[in-house]
């Protein structure tokens, strides 16, 4: 089955409830600067996969998608260091990263059949 709209990417999906979390989890922080970067880091993951599958070419898809799998480890990397600041404790970091980390096994194989087409 041929994807026709890119909200009907599993990685796009889950990648905006990642943000939704995101948002909520941190909508509070006084650390600004922290806050900012962590939420526009998970809006970046499904916003690449949305606008690199409507650049209608498999091989901007797949530019898209590195992008969004950076981003992906963008969030990651903040995650473990908000919970080394006391700002998420271990076990929810432990559940956001592994949401991450599906999104980013996602993304690597939609990567993996796009290369394998062209």
């Known amino acids: 089955m041929k994807?026709?709209?890119?909200e009907?990417?599993?990685?796009?999906q889950k990648a905006q409830d990642l943000a939704v979390v995101i948002y909520?989890?941190?909508?509070?922080?006084?650390?600004?600067g922290f806050k900012d970067?962590?939420?526009r880091a998970s809006v970046s993951i499904s916003n690449n996969i949305a606008e690199g599958f409507d650049r209608m070419s498999d091989k901007e898809f797949?530019?898209?998608l590195y992008i969004?799998?950076?981003?992906?480890s963008e969030?990651?990397?903040?995650l473990y260091l908000s919970n080394r600041l006391?700002?998420?404790d271990t076990k929810t970091t432990k559940q956001f990263v592994e949401n991450a980390n599906e999104i980013g096994r996602i993304i690597r194989g939609l990567i993996k059949s796009l290369s394998k087409k062209s």
């Open 37 to 39: 970067q962590i939420q």
């Open 86 to 88: 006391n700002y998420l």
């Open 3 to 6: 994807i026709q709209k890119f």
């Open 68 to 72: 969004a799998q950076a981003s992906c």
């Open 62 to 64: 797949v530019r898209f």
């Open 24 to 32: 909520n989890t941190f909508s509070k922080s006084k650390d600004f």
């Open 75 to 78: 969030v990651k990397s903040m």
């Open 8 to 12: 009907d990417i599993i990685a796009w």
